[in-house]
């Protein structure tokens, strides 16, 4: 199945990262797609190299980082991203900033679009 | 060709106002009215809150969005509901619903259309995908 991913909420604060990472891991697992995972609301807080988490807490940012690596595609919300002071400058590798337009693409491409978030 | 236009529905069950997530999420739909999408709207629990007309933000020193609600339908966002049971639990009726726009003929005001959850669950069932806020 083709699936993508958004998160509406902030690393740390809220599971919503963490259940989201978990999720995309055993869905690949199973063989199905990722389209794209897109970061919205305070959810552009996930990327920012900026952070840095206890030493033997896990490492949000460069979680996702490693995943953009294996080729999926990280897109972080641009309005939202600006309203936060959250810029290309301090963003991890592997994930882009564009606009809203690419989660209508992956709300239209995907099979499913699944949302964490409150 | 008409029939692989994805339908898609948002979901507005949050109060307006505490979070920014009604907020962003009305930029996300008029961003996606500009694509070949098939658009729905539904207000739901707190959310319909969001569609009661003469809402002042003034006191809480934030940019209201009540006038980019009212043109809804100028952004080609005609199908927008409201679950009756959310709206009659928070005491509101059909008359506290803003003007989502006017009919381009006739130039009647247009209003959320109010149904009940049954219809909501069928209209549901018929989505590609559905996006909550």
New interface residues.
């Given amino acids: 199945m083709k699936l993508a991913v958004?998160i509406?909420e902030g690393p740390y604060n809220h599971a919503a990262s963490d259940s989201a990472y978990n999720f995309i891991q055993a869905a690949v697992q199973k063989g199905h797609e990722i389209k794209g995972i897109f970061f919205?609301?305070d959810g552009v807080y996930n990327v920012t190299k900026l952070m840095e988490p206890p030493q033997d807490d896990r490492h949000i940012a460069n979680r996702w980082s490693a995943l953009g690596a294996t080729g999926i595609d990280i897109v972080v919300c641009i309005?939202?991203a600006k309203r936060r002071g959250i810029v290309d400058d301090v963003l991890v590798p592997n994930v882009r900033i564009s606009?809203?337009?690419q989660?209508?693409?992956m709300?239209?491409e995907?099979d499913?679009?699944v949302?964490f978030g409150? | 060709m008409a029939e692989d236009i994805?339908k898609?529905m948002f979901t507005v069950r949050?109060p307006p106002h505490g979070t920014?997530?009604v907020y962003?999420g009305l930029?996300?739909k008029l961003?996606?009215a500009a694509?070949?999408?098939d658009i729905s709207v539904v207000f739901m629990d707190d959310g319909v809150f969001a569609v009661k007309k003469g809402q002042d933000t003034k006191a809480l020193g934030i940019k209201g969005f009540e006038a980019t609600y009212g043109a809804l339908v100028d952004y080609e966002i005609t199908k927008v509901f409201v679950d009756r049971q959310s709206m009659e639990e928070r005491g509101m009726t059909e008359e506290d619903l803003l003007v989502i726009g006017e009919d381009e003929d006739t130039e009647e005001p247009i209003k959320p259309q109010v149904v009940d959850s049954d219809e909501i669950a069928a209209m549901m069932a018929e989505q590609?995908?559905?996006?909550?806020f």
């Fill in positions: 958004c509406y919205y609301h309005a939202a606009g809203l337009g989660l209508t693409m709300a239209i995907a499913r679009l949302v409150d | 994805k898609i949050k920014i997530y962003e930029e996300v961003i996606m694509y070949d999408a590609h995908n559905i996006l909550a």
